[in-house]
């Protein structure tokens, strides 16, 4: 049985906050610099007898400290055995569809993120694969279908609708059904939610979003619960042989932004629930979808598997028409049009244009850092 370690040991523990603060404590061992410098290198001399001078450093393919960094950074704070870095989001969805074989099952959460369900569509269409969509945080949607897959695939919160889906009950199911399941959690962050504790075998982040925050850098990251599972190894495979590498540039960038994700996520989070709120009481607004409130259908489970906050990431209906709608972003000044989320500029989005299932009077907003009162009152001046 696990026993918790003595009250001295945890208040000295460095928390999320401290580690990332300090990257972890890395300090460079020659010269003292309190930030890491970038290497750029793609290769490593020899010595005489043809041994690497240093046995961690033969080719940068393999052998990038700056991933290695990050790498731990992002594992340890997802409570994970081992973490991949990947050049972008959807290389990490894909990386891991890519594990299903011809003739294999994968079950998807309906109604995500729409580039995971076509990227989903494409690959099942090719390989032979049976893709069965469900919405997942509809559990009893979910058993009804369920039977025996390679993954299931599920997206908490969602992007766009901010459905809540329950993962402990969908890693039972999971377990019922042989499958691995792999938990997209990038509007949760990994300050919010911890997957794999809930029985997730795969976490996985588009590390574009609110782990860089700056919107200056594509990136994915995917974490394990076990890394000596088949899964991990095939994944972690194929990322080296597929050549599948982030630049040290683009490392070194994510590691200087994740020393203050825990403090953004904390003020993006409770930002947005001011937001919700006031948009909740607001005659022109129809619906807004977000589970940080009380009567949101996710609620409860938000509060179970969250903890610090609902994420920055929500949607709201506009009252009326679509022209109506677009109205009121053309007269939005400090929440920018533009697509994306979790970056320390509020942006908004009218995802109809772009993805036209979704109702054409939805707006998403993915709330930034600026004062909260200048955010509610731009969305006031725009809403009239
Ligand atoms: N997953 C979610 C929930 C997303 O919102 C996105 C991008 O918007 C992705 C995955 C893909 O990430 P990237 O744009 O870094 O490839």
């Not at 994700?261 to 003020?267: A, G, I, N, S, Y």
């Not at 969250?306 to 709608?325: H, T, W």
């Not at 994306?340 to 993915?366: F, K, M, Q």
Request: overall charge negative; proline content about 5%.
């Amino acid at each position: 049985m696990e026993t918790e370690a003595p009250v001295a040991d945890r208040k000295n523990a460095p928390s999320l906050d401290t580690l990332f603060a300090q990257a972890n404590g890395a300090i460079d061992a020659q010269t003292g610099a309190v930030v890491p410098p970038v290497q750029s290198a793609t290769t490593f001399v020899r010595d005489e007898l043809y041994q690497p001078i240093s046995p961690n450093h033969v080719y940068s393919r393999d052998d990038n400290d700056l991933l290695r960094l990050t790498e731990e950074m992002l594992a340890r704070a997802e409570h994970a055995e081992d973490g991949l870095l990947l050049p972008s989001g959807m290389a990490a969805v894909a990386s891991v569809m890519r594990t299903v074989g011809n003739g294999g099952r994968i079950i998807l959460q309906s109604g995500i993120y729409w580039g995971t369900t076509k990227f989903a569509r494409d690959f099942c269409n090719r390989r032979g694969i049976d893709l069965i969509e469900v919405d997942c945080a509809d559990i009893d949607a979910l058993r009804d279908v369920a039977k025996p897959a390679d993954i299931l695939w599920i997206e908490t919160p969602s992007n766009p609708y901010l459905k809540t889906v329950d993962i402990a009950a969908c890693s039972k199911i999971a377990r019922a059904i042989g499958a691995a399941l792999v938990v997209d959690s990038t509007a949760a962050t990994p300050v919010l939610s911890q997957p794999l504790d809930l029985g997730a075998d795969i976490v996985m982040h588009s590390a574009t979003k609110a782990i860089n925050g700056h919107s200056d850098v594509l990136a994915g990251f995917l974490a394990c619960a076990r890394q000596e599972s088949d899964l991990w190894q095939l994944m972690r495979a194929d990322r080296h042989d597929a050549g599948a590498m982030i630049g040290s540039f683009e490392a070194w960038l994510l590691i200087r932004g994740m020393r203050t994700l825990p403090l953004r996520v904390e003020r993006m989070s409770a930002t947005a629930l001011s937001i919700a709120q006031f948009l909740d009481s607001h005659p022109r607004v129809e619906k807004v979808l977000y589970p940080g409130l009380p009567d949101d259908p996710g609620h409860d489970v938000a509060c179970r598997q969250m903890s610090g906050g609902y994420g920055s990431l929500l949607s709201f209906l506009v009252r009326g028409s679509r022209e109506q709608a677009l109205e009121s972003v053309g007269k939005l000044k400090l929440f920018k049009r533009a697509t994306s989320l979790g970056g320390v500029e509020s942006l908004v989005e009218h995802r109809h244009t772009i993805e036209d299932t979704v109702p054409d009077t939805l707006l998403r907003l993915s709330v930034g850092i600026e004062n909260p009162t200048n955010l509610i009152g731009d969305l006031e001046a725009a809403l009239t």
